[in-house]
């Protein structure tokens, strides 16, 4: 049955009904499709708008707690950077302070310790000199005295380039008769010793040893056969 003759009124019926139940199926179907397709649109607009607003939301939040975040650690860097800082500065002031205090301390116990050796050296010295004045006369012995050469000056170690001064030396008449070394009981002398050895064998090479009185500008040998004899005290 065709739509002219629905619409002529034609048809029979049956036929009119057959008619109108497929014309309504048909409208309600298009109907259907498209309130489908409209809802569709809408409820997709929404998913839309609602899956824009959460990831916005999102979005913001993470951007918020990276800012946050960010500062936060920035500001503990500096914070802990300021402090690492103020700590150093505390720290340094301390330690030179304190190594000020210390090396001050040091150099008067040294300070102490050189003016101590100093004053038992002056009084080993004294014990041995009274006896040697009481042995060999006032007038005889001497102290603090150079090993020379021939024209009177002063010898200098080869090796070192310093010269050796006796502690006291006993004269003779013409000739110098005893030497005498004044320690302490633990005082290396080894290297002492050796030096003294280096110049006279230097002076016996050129004409002898000699030492000279203070007092009278005399020259006085040292002989081969006489050696500096160390007297150790307490």
Do not use: C
């Not at 914070?79 to 800082?85: C, I, N, S, V, Y």
């Not at 004053?119 to 009481?134: S, V």
């Not at 006085?220 to 150790?232: A, M, Q, Y």
């Amino acid at each position: 049955m065709d739509a002219g003759a629905i619409a002529s009124g034609t048809a029979t019926g049956g036929a009119g009904y057959v008619a109108v139940k497929g014309g309504g199926e048909a409208l309600a179907k298009q109907a259907v499709k498209e309130g489908a397709e409209i809802g569709a649109k809408k409820t997709a607009q929404e998913v839309a708008e609602a899956g824009a607003k959460t990831v916005t939301k999102e979005v913001a939040e993470a951007g918020a707690e990276k800012a946050v975040q960010e500062g936060l650690e920035a500001t503990g860097r500096k914070g802990l950077k300021e402090t690492a800082e103020e700590l150093a500065k505390k720290v340094t002031n301390k330690f030179t302070k304190e190594g000020v205090e210390e090396t001050a301390v040091k150099e008067v116990n040294e300070h102490e310790q050189i003016v101590t050796n100093k004053l038992d050296g002056i009084a080993r010295e004294e014990k041995i000199m009274k006896g040697l004045d009481f042995r060999y006369g006032k007038n005889n012995v001497l102290r603090e005295q150079f090993i020379r050469d021939k024209n009177g000056e002063i010898i200098k170690d080869p090796v070192t380039g310093t010269a050796r001064r006796l502690d006291f030396v006993v004269r003779g008449k013409d000739k110098v008769i005893k030497m005498v070394e004044v320690t302490s009981k633990t005082a290396p002398k080894e290297m002492q010793k050796a030096k003294e050895q280096r110049i006279v064998e230097w002076a016996e090479a050129h004409d002898g040893a000699f030492i000279k009185d203070s007092r009278t500008g005399e020259l006085l040998k040292i002989p081969e056969i006489v050696h500096t004899e160390i007297k150790r005290l307490k």
